[in-house]
């Protein structure tokens, strides 16, 4: 079942002399319960082509279709709710909130939301996560690895459609790394979580089931 369409999307900034095309007419799919990397060097692309899927920014032309909603048909108010209720964002330096320990910031996203919290899920999600000892701690008193996976349970608690994880192991040593690709892939396979990954790193990437490669904002390998 396809979970993702990406339609002839392009980004441009600027004009004239100073435009810069961040993304050119890419266009892919992903099937529900799919893990894909999207690999490229600084500056292809695919951090932008992670916002645009995320509804974080809005392209120049195209469409993205999340469970066949078109994302950029909602105005920013509806585009921020479906956001926060379907999409999953982890990012490289985890954006925890510093006064919030590891359950509160884990459980944000419900409580934006007035949801009600089910301790049977925080629960099984803080074993998953590894972090059941720590669920009292603030950021300040974790190691990176346990900030990115507290940023991971962040992700994962609303259930979301779709997981966008942009450089989640760029802030990190090789060991911790490793962790937390072998995490997300956990995610995948026993949550059957659809996960886009953003790396560099083609080690990292080859744990996905589907490596894209982009390179001056266009798709050159898709397989």
């Known amino acids: 079942m396809e979970i993702l369409r990406v ?3 392009s980004k441009v900034y600027g004009k004239n002399e100073s435009k810069v095309v961040a993304l050119d007419n890419v266009s892919f799919s992903v099937e529900k319960g799919e893990f894909v990397a999207i690999v490229g060097a600084s500056g292809s692309g695919k951090s932008t082509l992670l ?3 995320g509804g974080v920014d809005r392209p120049t032309s ?6 066949g909603k078109d994302i950029f048909s909602f105005n920013d108010d509806k585009l921020a709710i479906f956001r926060r209720r379907q999409v999953g964002l982890i990012y490289q330096f985890y954006n925890l909130i510093p006064i919030l320990n590891v359950e509160e910031n884990i459980t944000l996203p419900l409580s934006l939301d007035n949801r009600k919290v ?3 899920t925080l629960n099984k999600m803080l074993d998953l996560l590894g972090l059941q000892n720590r669920k009292n701690h603030l950021p300040n008193e974790l190691s990176g690895g346990q900030q990115q996976r507290t ?8 259930n979301p459609t779709i997981i966008l994880a942009d450089e989640p192991t760029g802030n990190l040593d090789s060991k911790t790394s490793d962790e937390i690709v072998a995490l997300l892939k956990k995610s995948n396979k026993e949550l059957k979580q659809t996960i886009i990954m953003i790396t560099h ?3 990292i990437a ?3 089931d589907r490596i894209i490669k982009i390179e001056d904002g266009r798709i050159i390998e898709n397989n």
Request: hydrophobic share 40%.
């Open 118 to 120: 089910d301790k049977d």
């Open 62 to 67: 195209g469409k993205v279709y999340i469970d």
């Open 151 to 158: 940023s991971i349970g962040r992700a994962l608690i609303t």
């Open 206 to 208: 080859k744990v996905a």
């Open 201 to 203: 790193n083609m080690e």
């Open 51 to 53: 916002h645009l899927i």
């Open 7 to 9: 339609e002839n999307l």
